[in-house]
């Protein structure tokens, strides 16, 4: 190679340039992978008449061994990277890494994971547009793969860098498979097995009823039809965006509940998972309707035998024919002569709501639609307590059972009724209720549980008796801190039962011992202290309004001196009272009562005349002994 400033004259001294075969034009596939490494990179080269003895890729500094593939075609596998972007990509051959290539790009992203999808499952026919939830998703040209089969251009795109909106694949039958995205054209594929299940796409054959009330909401409608799945996504819709939650029954029932809708027919459709809809539908059609109808009780037991009165309001039409139909059972209604209709509830086949229709005529004309009956298990009441109150009523009686259900409770005593805040569900198995006022004597207490319509018939009896009085407590006092102290309660109405209590103050009870009807004996509790007072339950719960007061002193101390003296008697002897201040204090000497002198805090005696022997002295005061 020379050079001329002239064009004409050329340098004395030249170099030399090697023509050598041409290198062709390289390409890369993919172009991208994740951070991780491990992707198979396919090399090929078009135009090429060079030969190569040892092939390596260069990606930034990172050097890997090209493998030949046949002909012009070669493979390296990327290493792994630290940071997400473009990194040169080089291609050397032989011992000297003589560069075979200008510089090619690669592009690391960030190593992708999937965590879930929504809906879960699909049709078999495919064509369900499913999100695949996760991290790290980006590129233009995603693939998501279901079990073995991909979906890929126009049938995935990457949404968000954690949502991936894919078009699920036709599949060959019902089942899991395994949903894994790809962002480099399928050389890399996530490795989460987040699962997609396939499933039999939804059929409706029919609804029921097939005509509802317009513009009233939450009318039950009952689909018919075939592989209904169950699930949180199993859904109904009316028109074509009323879509609502369904309730599955089975696999070819499922039950809804209307929007409100203007007059008019529209297809009823179900999906199992909120996405893809019935092939085939159903028709409902909102009718206006000539009233309001309504049925009261709305509940009633499983046995069935409820009287339900049938009315509505807004119409004076007449009808015939009327039936009422408890979902799929059938029964007459009576016509009412102050209006309305009357029928009675059949048996049902477990607890729950189920649809109730009214129609006329032989051809079942619908005057009603979207009401409902609830069945529960019949209840039962197995015991009371307290099991007796006074007549005065205002007794809470805790009546125990089972299956006691709903909101509102009437508690039956004898043919005395309680409800509202008298009367409460406080479980399956408890129900409390205020006892009304009665007579004296035994009645039986029954629950309902819908309004009266139907009680039960347990026959747990309930007695009613005079109200317990106190008029006096004996001793009246007692020493503070000592348990056992026995006290005897005088009154009236008192009764012989487990419930029979007395109460020290407030809080302070002890079980009673029954005397008799006017006297009751009872330990006074060693926490007592203080002029409390003293009332009487019969029961445990009803307390009387009369009471007496009972005094708890300290305990008083005495110190005697001296402690011994001549049997002929005549020792002068000294108490000294630590602890008491009321008069008037006796003294008794061995079984002998003997006059006593009080000064100060000490009392003092003379000593009868006694056999030789050791005695007790117990001071008294007011009847409580203190030795």
Not at 26 to 37: I, K, Q, V
Not at 134 to 149: H, I, L, Y
Not at 396 to 405: I, R
Request: glycine share 14%.
């Amino acid at each position: 190679v020379d050079v001329s400033n002239n064009g004409m004259d050329w340098s004395a001294s030249g170099g030399l340039f090697q023509y050598e075969a041409s290198s062709g034009v390289w390409t890369l596939s993919p172009s991208r992978g994740p951070l991780s490494g491990g992707t198979s990179i396919a090399l090929s080269v078009i135009g090429s008449s060079a030969t190569y003895t040892a092939l390596y890729c260069v990606f930034g500094a990172n050097e890997v061994f090209a493998t030949t593939v046949g002909g012009d075609a070669y493979v390296c596998i990327a290493p792994s990277a630290t940071n997400v972007g473009g990194v040169t990509l080089r291609l050397t051959d032989g011992a000297d890494r003589r560069q075979v290539v200008n510089d090619l790009v690669f592009e690391y992203y960030s190593t992708s994971e999937v965590v879930g999808v929504t809906p879960c499952g699909g049709s078999v026919s495919g064509g369900t547009v499913v999100s695949v939830i996760g991290t790290g998703f980006s590129g233009s040209a995603p693939q998501c793969r279901f079990g073995s089969t991909v979906s890929s251009g126009d049938r995935a795109r990457v949404v968000t860098s954690s949502v991936v909106a894919c078009l699920s694949p036709a599949a060959g039958g019902a089942g899991g498979v395994a949903v894994e995205v790809s962002m480099n054209g399928g050389s890399d594929f996530t490795q989460n097995r987040v699962q997609f299940v396939y499933g039999a796409s939804a059929r409706v054959i029919s609804v029921m009823p097939s005509r509802g009330t317009s513009g009233v909401e939450g009318q039950i409608v009952t689909v018919i039809g075939s592989d209904f799945a169950h699930g949180s996504d199993l859904s109904c819709r009316f028109g074509v965006n009323g879509s609502v939650s369904a309730l599955y029954e089975s696999s070819s029932l499922v039950m809804c509940s209307a929007p409100s809708r203007g007059a008019g027919a529209v297809r009823v459709d179900v999906s199992n998972n909120g996405v893809d809809w019935s092939a085939t539908g159903g028709r409902y059609e909102y009718e206006v309707t000539d009233g309001v109808w309504s049925v009261s009780p709305s509940r009633g037991p499983v046995s069935g035998g409820t009287p339900i009165l049938v009315s509505v309001g807004g119409s004076a039409k007449a009808y015939s024919g009327v039936y009422c139909v408890f979902g799929t059972t059938e029964v007459a209604a009576t016509a009412l002569s102050g209006g309305g209709y009357s029928c009675t509830a059949p048996s049902g086949v477990s607890a729950g709501g189920v649809s109730v229709r009214v129609v006329e005529g032989s051809g079942r004309r619908e005057l009603s639609s979207g009401l409902t009956y609830e069945y529960y298990t019949d209840a039962a009441v197995v015991g009371l307590l307290p099991s007796t109150g006074m007549i005065s009523g205002g007794t809470m009686v805790s009546v125990f059972g089972t299956s006691f259900s709903g909101s509102s409770v009437e508690c039956r005593f004898g043919t005395s009724v309680v409800r509202g805040s008298d009367a409460r569900v406080l479980s399956s198995t408890l129900v409390a209720c205020v006892s009304p006022a009665s007579g004296s004597g035994v009645v039986t207490v029954e629950v309902s549980l819908n309004g009266g319509a139907d009680v039960t018939v347990d026959n747990v009896q309930y007695e009613y008796a005079a109200s317990a009085v106190v008029t006096g407590v004996t001793p009246s006092r007692g020493s503070h801190g000592q348990d056992g102290q026995v006290v005897t309660v005088v009154g009236g109405n008192f009764q012989h039962g487990t419930g029979l209590s007395c109460r020290f103050g407030v809080g302070m009870l002890s079980r009673g011992r029954f005397l008799a009807s006017s006297l009751v004996e009872c330990a006074v509790p060693a926490q007592a202290r203080g002029n409390v007072s003293v009332s009487v339950s019969n029961n445990g719960v009803d307390w009387t309004e009369s009471f007496a007061r009972f005094e708890v002193v300290s305990s008083v101390r005495a110190t005697m001196t001296p402690t011994a003296g001549a049997a002929s008697g005549g020792t002068i002897v000294k108490i000294a009272v630590d602890g008491g201040s009321v008069m008037p204090y006796a003294v008794d000497f061995g079984g002998v009562s003997v006059a006593m002198s009080w000064s100060g805090d000490e009392l003092s005696f003379t000593m009868p005349a006694l056999s030789v022997k050791d005695v007790s002295v117990n001071v008294l005061w007011q009847g409580v002994s203190e030795r």
